[in-house]
């Protein structure tokens, strides 16, 4: 079942709009984003940063952070894995599957998805359910070695506090809970004796750098003797460069091509300032500065773009909201 697109739902006629954890402007031009808000009665946005999307709407709910929720990801290899909250988030805020309402815990959402989803069926194999128990007992999300939950509050109170509950997994918040190996889905934590935490996860694997040894976490979804669906079974034609257009390309960044990481301020420091790189040949065309969408840009070599190609920077201003890859002219500064 393939997805509708994003261009799609702009066509979309209702009342409401309801955006969940998605910056619109960050996916599309600023205008079409106005045109399309400005069609509703009522924009509900549900989110864990206030952006330029979340400025326009008329209810906000507040969502969990990624630490601070349940859920799945397809990883680079195509395998289905399941990831745990580290930290239960304070009222109001809670994981925006809760705000709509439709479902009660993370198995729930977990089955209907990939009942909804033929591609994803196998999502629910990611890791052990809710119910999951070693020995009767849950698993500890903290080691053994974990102490002082006392001590964190008691310019509050003396009393330890009871450790939240977690009916979405079968991990408990506290030390409590069966010391043995986890299946590697719910493996909470590295630690052996004479290790300090990560630096013991070559204890659990099978060679250094290699598979855990109790198997890697999570399902593939995607696999090469064609036993799983096909999602790449047609490759693009080979690139070929035009005369007078250039293909402009997305480049990602550790910093600042992630949203998150822009809303740091010392980690927004790092982020590259806009620019547009091209090969060697294109580089000695145009020169050191040139005009593309209506912005200056100053001009990086990049070797290993093919001649046609012009890289800028992902998800930044002002790129954000381009439907990349997209052809363009590039004009050269007098």
Avoid at 69 to 86: T, Y
Avoid at 158 to 180: R, T
Avoid at 191 to 201: H, L, M, R
Wanted: charged share 20%; glycine share 6%.
């Amino acid at each position: 079942m393939d997805a509708p697109t994003l261009e799609d739902a702009l066509q979309v006629q209702a009342d409401t709009a309801i955006i969940l954890e998605n910056d619109l402007y960050r996916r599309l031009p600023a205008a079409d984003v106005d045109r399309f808000l400005a069609r509703f009665s009522h924009v509900v946005a549900l989110d864990c940063l206030e952006t330029a999307t979340s400025a326009k709407a008329d209810l906000i709910l507040p969502a969990a952070a990624f630490a601070e929720g349940d859920g799945s990801l397809v990883s680079s290899e195509g395998r289905v894995q399941r990831f745990f909250q580290a930290l239960v988030p304070s009222a109001p805020v809670q994981e925006s599957w809760r705000w709509l309402g439709a479902w009660k815990t993370l198995d729930e959402i977990v089955a209907a998805t990939a009942s909804a989803v033929p591609q994803l069926a196998a999502m629910t194999q990611a890791a052990p359910s809710a119910s999951f128990r070693m020995a009767g007992a849950k698993i500890p999300r903290e080691p053994h070695r974990y102490s002082g939950r006392t001590a964190m509050l008691a310019n509050i109170t003396v009393h330890e506090p009871k450790p939240p509950d977690d009916p979405d997994s079968a991990l408990s918040f506290s030390m409590e809970g069966n010391p043995d190996q986890p299946p590697p889905a719910l493996q909470p934590f590295f630690w052996t004796p004479g290790w300090n935490s990560i630096q013991a996860v070559n204890k659990f694997q099978q060679e250094i750098a290699g598979p855990l040894r109790t198997g890697d976490p999570g399902v593939r979804i995607l696999e090469r003797d064609g036993s799983k669906p096909a999602f790449f079974d047609q490759p693009p034609a080979p690139f070929e460069a035009r005369t007078d257009e250039w293909l402009v390309v997305p480049l990602y960044h550790i910093f600042g091509s992630e949203e998150l990481s822009r809303w740091a301020p010392g980690i927004a420091q790092l982020s590259p300032q806009p620019y547009i790189a091209l090969n060697p040949e294109d580089t000695a065309r145009f020169g050191g500065e040139v005009e593309l969408f209506g912005q200056r840009l100053p001009v990086t070599t990049a070797p290993d773009l093919p001649k046609g190609l012009a890289g800028v920077p992902a998800g930044m201003p002002p790129f954000a909201g381009l439907n990349l890859p997209m052809w363009s002219r590039i004009s050269r500064m007098s």
